[in-house]
């Protein structure tokens, strides 16, 4: 008895290990899916779904005075699979880039 009790340690260790593994894999995703926004300009005409870099590159805007487009992520969305039909009432931009 002692000597199968001797191994329960061991294997508490070892789920733990892969559960801190599953972890960081979970959130490395989540993060990599976080870094892209679906943007839309001051009118709330969708423009496209990228990054905050690669949204600045394509519009220009790198200031830090007037609102240039508006980002949002999915769950924000009225239709994620048709991000025209613009953004759910009340939501607030995720993250924004403005004009100098």
Not at 14 to 37: C, H, L, Q, R
Not at 75 to 95: E, F, I, Y
Request: proline content about 4%.
């Amino acid at each position: 008895m002692k000597k199968r009790l001797s191994w329960l340690p061991v294997v508490a260790l070892i789920f733990g290990v892969s559960s801190a593994f599953t972890s960081k894999i979970i959130n490395t995703e989540n993060k990599g899916k976080a870094d892209s926004y679906y943007w839309f300009n001051t009118s709330s005409t969708y423009q496209d779904l990228k990054t905050i870099a690669g949204e600045k590159s394509r519009t220009g805007c790198t200031g830090s005075l007037l609102t240039c487009e508006n980002g949002y992520t999915q769950d924000q969305l009225v239709n994620p699979a048709d991000p025209s039909q613009g953004v759910k009432t009340g939501q607030m931009p995720a993250v924004q880039i403005f004009h100098a």
